[in-house]
């Protein structure tokens, strides 16, 4: 069983930056695949980001490509997504999420998921 905690969300100002950090649990954190998804209010789950268990193969929504950019450091069971030129339309939950397999961007595919973290994206 993996836990997953994000943290990093916050108010920010259209224009500026936010990094978010998704701290995991359980089995070995190099033996899967994570991803970043966001949902806002009253639209589907979303995807952002993906990467794979060694880091070296990224997938980025088409609205988050240029802006936004997911790590992880496996010495540290953590993964993270630095966000720059947020937009009001950034405004969501942000959620981290495991996938036992090869890195995907299929929402359903992931099978842990962490509470999520606020942000939210001022005009």
């Known amino acids: 069983q993996v836990q997953l905690v994000e943290s990093g969300g916050g108010l920010v100002q259209a224009g500026g930056s936010l990094r978010l950090s998704c701290a995991a649990s359980?089995?070995?954190?190099?033996?899967?695949?994570m991803g970043w998804f966001r949902q806002a209010p009253g639209k589907e789950r979303e995807f952002i980001a993906a990467i794979s268990r060694t880091g070296h193969t990224k997938y980025y929504g088409d609205s988050v490509k240029g802006r936004f950019t997911i790590s992880r450091d496996n010495a540290k069971n953590t993964m993270y997504l630095q966000m720059h030129g947020l937009q009001p339309e950034d405004t969501a939950v942000y959620h981290c999420?495991?996938?036992?397999?090869?890195?995907?961007?299929?929402?359903?595919?992931?099978?842990?998921w962490g509470q999520g973290t606020q942000v939210t994206v001022s005009s």
């Open positions: 999420a495991a996938h036992f397999g090869s890195v995907i961007t299929t929402t359903s595919a992931y099978d842990y």
């Open positions: 359980g089995p070995p954190f190099s033996t899967y695949a």
